[in-house]
């Protein structure tokens, strides 16, 4: 059924508060596709570069990284769906995802023995803690950093951002996500958006979206320079860079 375009919702889709929660979310999706035209048709040419860098590549040298490339392709369009419906204190952990599977390629890259390492983690509990050091947040970013320091800084301003409003539990996502309101009668209620209108929110979300699947790409561009350029990926990637 994947890939597939349904039909009518099926019986009794709706009449919990699961699936109207959903019916909800895919009708916030239709309204964000509607109502924001332009920023969607970036985040629609971001996911084309990166099925057309994923796709088909046969022998990819470094091999490895094009597996965390193909997460961080799936994260991103997880985000995006997130982030069209309106779902933005959750969609930062998904946009962090990306971010980090992208780097975690190509802080690996060609290195066997690494990749190794990093796939023996649960072996043990000495293994979980070396792998946990060596892959540090502060490793993998300086690697991407020494590598392209203008990649390396847009992903640390990236990472930071998405911790911040939610990829971790921090006062400013919960102050997006969150409504105080005082009763007449003196009660104070906590309310939780789960799903946000238009507005400020919003318009940060998905230019964020944009900005974590550009620097993925980007991330890609260094691993797999050739193949970049032989797509013509160089060419149709840089008038969206310079709009973010």
Not at 67 to 82: D, E, Q, T, V
Not at 191 to 203: E, S, V
Request: one cysteine or more; aromatic letters at 10%.
């Amino acid at each position: 059924m994947i890939g597939k375009k349904q039909g009518p919702a099926p019986g009794g889709w709706g009449n919990d508060s699961l699936t109207a929660y959903l019916e909800h979310f895919r009708n916030n999706q239709f309204a964000t596709f509607v109502g924001r035209p332009a920023e969607i048709a970036d985040l629609i040419a971001i996911d084309g570069m990166f099925k057309r860098l994923l796709e088909g590549a046969v022998n990819p040298k470094p091999f490895v990284p094009m597996s965390f490339l193909l997460r961080a392709h799936s994260a991103y369009r997880s985000a995006a769906g997130a982030v069209m419906a309106g779902q933005l204190y959750e969609a930062q952990a998904l946009m962090r995802l990306c971010l980090e599977h992208a780097a975690y390629g190509h802080y690996i890259g060609g290195d066997v023995e690494l990749w190794k390492r990093w796939m023996g983690r649960n072996d043990s509990d000495k293994n979980k803690d070396a792998v946990r050091k060596e892959f540090s947040a502060g490793k993998v970013k300086r690697k991407l950093q020494s590598a392209n320091a203008k990649i390396g800084t847009a992903y640390e301003a990236l990472y930071e951002r998405l911790i911040d409003f939610g990829a971790h539990p921090n006062e400013q996502g919960f102050s997006m996500s969150s409504a105080i309101r005082r009763q007449p009668n003196g009660d104070i209620h906590l309310d939780a958006i789960y799903l946000q209108d238009d507005g400020m929110p919003l318009n940060l979300a998905l230019k964020t979206a944009a900005q974590v699947g550009i620097c993925a790409l980007r991330v890609g561009q260094i691993l797999y320079r050739q193949r970049f350029m032989d797509l013509g990926l160089d060419i149709e990637l840089e008038p969206i860079r310079r709009r973010y």
